[in-house]
């Protein structure tokens, strides 16, 4: 069966509209992605072909139909020593029509080879294990992976004993609940998290909530890169079209002591509901950051003060640099059992550092939200894109 591939462009609508209901049809649990728009915009502006940090989906054509797609999200990598970024991409989402007919069971593979075909340096940074279909596929074709931590707090650790339905896998926020659940600590926040709080924010620390980047976080930026062996991209270009401004899901957070800024973060929420995982609870993610390793407590400590009186019960973060896993543990984060990893094409994985000196948060590949809808069809978010436990 031979197939052709092309981006996306709004002439293939109706193809992706067809693809959608013979997957709905067969019963498919990804039924929805083939309405989700990937382009990645500003508010009411058209996707501009030419940035270098932009959203594309590569499409599998048989005839006129749709088969299958990829998320082809071109990115830039900032490596210590080096004076200009590489090119790779982030791939996500991936769909065939296999999970509907077996007769498509080539179409993954194909599509796997073009985007390598178009671009050879990628990665995958997603919480899919290795014995996921996607993970097997990118193993055969020979990709590295390493996992990558993921470090929760317990606000109301009572809370998240009792609906964390997993939590056999997790000893040390067990032990946190039942000791919290002894002293009746089950309704307000923890007394150690209030402590914590009091000790771990400077009163010189200045905290202001922005609603875009541009204009005064290319300074962080400047400041920081030397000091990681491996970074994606952060400048304010950057980060307003992976942050929207407008995207009232995100808190933006600008960190100063005094005069001098410090860094910046990124933070959301999700409300679980009856999920097999995490039950009913609402959880604060740490979404994404940046400052030099140095002011990696505070700028975490400012995402705590900040969700903790927003009632969540359960904080999660993932880095993979050693400082910030370091500062979040004196922070009374622990690491949790997690599917997450890093995976490395051929082709970049050479280039790399070790992983303790690559700044990876939940910010990089698909970001700390569900995959968003950028035009007027469809569904606006995943169940699963975006989650990184």
Not at 50 to 69: K, M, N, Q, T, Y
Not at 276 to 285: A, H, K, V
Not at 358 to 363: A, K, Q, S
Request: with cysteine; charged share 25%; net charge positive.
């Amino acid at each position: 069966m031979r197939h052709r591939f092309d981006f996306e462009t709004p002439n293939h609508r109706g193809a992706l509209e067809r693809f959608a209901v013979r997957l709905r049809r067969a019963g498919a649990a990804e039924a929805q992605w083939p309405l989700r728009f990937s382009w990645n915009r500003l508010p009411g502006m058209p996707p501009d072909p030419s940035f270098p940090v932009r959203r594309r989906r590569l499409l599998a054509l048989e005839g006129e139909e749709v088969r299958g797609a990829v998320n082809f999200f071109e990115h830039q990598l900032w490596l210590a020593g080096c004076a200009e970024p590489i090119a790779f991409v982030w791939p996500n989402g991936m769909i065939s029509e296999s999970v509907a007919d077996q007769a498509y069971t080539t179409v993954a593979p194909a599509l796997l080879r073009a985007a390598l075909k178009r671009q050879p340096r990628q990665m995958a940074f997603a919480p899919i294990g290795t014995e996921q279909a996607i993970s097997k596929l990118l193993i055969s074709h020979r990709w590295r992976h390493q996992p990558v931590p993921v470090l929760a707090l317990p606000v109301r650790s009572a809370r998240v004993v009792r609906e964390l339905r997993r939590l056999s896998r997790y000893p040390k926020l067990r032990i946190a609940g039942r000791v919290a659940a002894a002293v009746g600590l089950i309704s307000v926040v923890d007394l150690g998290l209030v402590g914590l709080r009091r000790l771990c924010c400077p009163r010189d620390l200045r905290v202001d909530e922005v609603d875009r980047f541009a204009g005064w976080s290319d300074a962080i930026w400047d400041a920081a890169r030397p000091f990681y062996g491996a970074l994606t991209r952060r400048d304010g270009a950057a980060l307003d079209c992976l942050f929207r401004p407008g995207d009232q899901r995100l808190i933006r957070l600008k960190v100063s002591r005094g005069s001098r800024l410090l860094g910046w973060i990124v933070l959301t929420m999700r409300d679980y509901i009856d999920d097999p995982d995490f039950g009913n609870l609402r959880t604060g993610i740490l979404g994404d950051c940046l400052a030099p390793p140095a002011a990696a407590g505070a700028l975490i400590a400012s995402g705590v003060a900040r969700l903790a009186p927003m009632g969540v019960d359960l904080i999660v973060a993932t880095f993979s640099h050693s400082a910030w896993i370091a500062q979040s543990r004196q922070l009374g984060f622990v690491p949790v059992p997690t599917t997450t990893r890093l995976f490395t094409s051929m082709a970049i994985a050479p280039l790399l550092p070790q992983l303790s000196s690559f700044h990876l948060t939940r910010g990089d590949c698909d970001g700390p939200l569900a995959y968003e809808q950028a035009d007027e069809g469809g569904t606006s978010q995943s169940d699963d894109a975006g989650r990184r436990e």
